[in-house]
């Protein structure tokens, strides 16, 4: 087996992430946030945007201070001041990355900006060259590179690498290519770029069309090394990429030979604690952490579940910290998970006893939408059979 490639997971649930609107997290519930990504291997988080407010330069501080093994990142936009008061945010951090960059499509060239493709370039080099009097490590991300013309965005990462640019973030800020687009999109700035060996490419990517994860994955494939992402894919409008979901896709196929350093027994408690403090809800069919991700209701599924949990399951839940998968008892189930979960609570049924039971449970499952271990006792008692 061949030693896979590393993709270094930068989290950043803590600035892109915390621009949800009315998830707003304080201080304190930051740092255990920060403590905890820390802890599960992610490679680099990012703690805010030290410029936007006292609030945020302080959280950057202290997530600075605190943080014993992921680099720290603040974000800036291409403005000195924005950068000088990252770097002193970020001053107490064992190993600081200040993340700057500019717009880069057309679109954003002349609405955001009035101005010029080649102002634009001067502005990102000065950024650039700027930041790296700080420090050592510098990401450029080229905003809305998605709906940029690839041969500009490959101009201006060269420019920037010449800067001192360390990492190279393609963003699909619009989240608006289609997987093959945007791996093709990290392919020619490998093959186009001129020093791009000096620099880690990096994906990110927002869900407008529920594409992230898809176009992240297709990035790393083509090349990228880094993806940047959030806990439950919380983000600006309909969110960024989601962690447990690169994470797991990478992990379950070894075919890729691509894999991270993220303790995957951490991913569920980890959502657990992010939904909590953000007040933000896991919708229940969401993908590695939803609360129906590792459940199973229809009899077809729930029988060969039973004969091998391999027929409807790809990953073990107790690789991402859920303690069991679960079989979900309605008027849809069947015979072989009534008798699973009557058989957990304590009621061995012979098959004749099953039979009778069945019926009596059809009953309470029509009235009832879901039977719960509790109701399982009742329903036997009003079968009349002898136990
Ligand atoms: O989506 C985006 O383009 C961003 C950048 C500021 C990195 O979040
Ligand atoms: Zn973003």
Known sequence: MNTPNYVDIFDTTLRDGEQVPGCKLNTKEKLIIAKRLDEMG???????????????????????????????????????????????????????????????????????????RERITEMAKEAVTYARKF????????????????????????????????????????GYCLPEEYGQKIRYLINNVKGIEKAVISCHCHNDLGLSTANSISGVINGARQIECTINGVGERAGNTSMEEVVMIMRQHPDLNLDTKIKSKLLYSTSQMVSESMGMPVQPNKAIVGSNAFAHSSGIHQDGFIKNRETYEIIDPEDVGVQESSIVLTARSGRAALAYRAKKVGFDLTKLQLDIVYKEFLRFADEKKEILDRDIPIIIQKSNIDI
């Open 135 to 174: 420090v050592d490590d510098v990401e450029f991300y080229a905003e809305d590179a998605g709906r940029t013309d690839n041969d500009f965005l490959a101009k201006i990462c060269e420019e920037v690498i010449k800067s001192g640019a360390t990492v190279l973030n393609i963003p699909d800020t619009t």
């Open 42 to 116: 992610v490679d680099i988080i990012e703690a805010g945007f030290p410029i936007s407010s006292p609030g945020d330069f302080k959280s950057v501080e202290e997530i600075s201070k605190l943080v014993k093994n992921a680099r720290v990142c603040g974000l800036t936009r291409a403005v000195k001041k924005d950068i000088d008061v990252a770097a002193e945010a970020l001053k107490y951090a064992k190993r600081p990355r200040i993340h700057t960059g500019i717009g880069t499509s057309d679109s954003h060239i002349k609405h955001k900006f009035n101005s010029s």
